[in-house]
């Protein structure tokens, strides 16, 4: 399978608790997403990496929230001391920046991980 | 203000109907512009980018109304597959907004 992986796809975890996500791109995407997405609700931007580089976060990422994507490929999503408010579907999603680094193509969607927070 | 708002619905349509879906966006300075479509507890895909001089692709029609700030698609011959969440997204400075979406049912 050639699109993008999340892993894992559910996680349980208790109140307090750190928890880590992956996220795969397609591997000749240069731009990396993470989105959260509830119940009724689209969407919502957090974080993007073109390469390596973390060029925006949304305020929506509280410094419980860190994101990496070392060496420009796989990314990782760590939430820290998670809350029942951090309950949510996590998305990843990747795309090609578009010529001269412009505006991104579409962007392609992983099958995301479910966190519930008890 | 949001950055992207659509009419939840649920629009409720029999087979084979024409419908549409509408969105606004706030800001002016957008640069590019997509439907993406997003089965019950599935990942958002895509549907169609959004291009300033209108684009079909099959039975789906979009346009782009960049003065007014507006998003359209329309469906044409419904089918039961058709049923789904249409989500609007505008892409501004490579950051993506998307709206809640609008739920579109499609019933025999």
């Known amino acids: 399978d050639t699109g993008v992986s999340q892993d894992p796809r559910h996680k349980i975890t208790k109140r307090g608790q750190n928890v880590t996500f992956r996220c795969d791109p397609i591997s000749e995407h240069n731009r990396l997403y993470w989105y959260r997405q509830t119940l009724g609700q689209g969407p919502e931007f957090l974080t993007y990496f073109q390469n390596e580089a973390q060029l925006e976060k949304s305020r929506l990422l509280s410094d419980r929230f860190s994101a990496e994507r070392p060496k420009g490929s796989f990314s990782t999503l760590e939430i820290q001391r998670t809350e029942q408010g951090d309950s949510a579907m996590y998305l990843c999603?990747?795309?090609?920046?578009?010529?001269?680094?412009?505006?991104?193509?579409?962007?392609?969607f992983g099958p995301g991980t479910r966190l519930t927070v008890l | 203000r949001k950055e992207v708002e659509q009419d939840p619905g649920p629009f409720n349509v029999p087979e084979g109907a024409t419908v549409a879906f509408n969105c606004t966006y706030s800001?002016?300075?957008?640069?590019?512009f997509f439907w993406y479509r997003q089965d019950c507890r599935k990942e958002p895909k895509l549907l169609m980018s959004?291009?300033?001089s209108g684009n079909e692709d099959g039975r789906f029609t979009a346009q782009l109304n960049r003065a007014s700030q507006y998003i359209s698609l329309l469906i044409r011959d419904s089918k039961l597959s058709d049923s789904a969440t249409y989500l609007c997204v505008v892409n501004n400075f490579n950051k993506f907004y998307f709206g809640s979406g609008t739920k579109l049912n499609v019933k025999p």
């Open positions: 959004v291009y300033s």
């Open positions: 800001n002016s300075a957008s640069q590019s």
């Open positions: 999603a990747s795309s090609l920046a578009g010529t001269a680094g412009g505006p991104s193509n579409e962007q392609f």
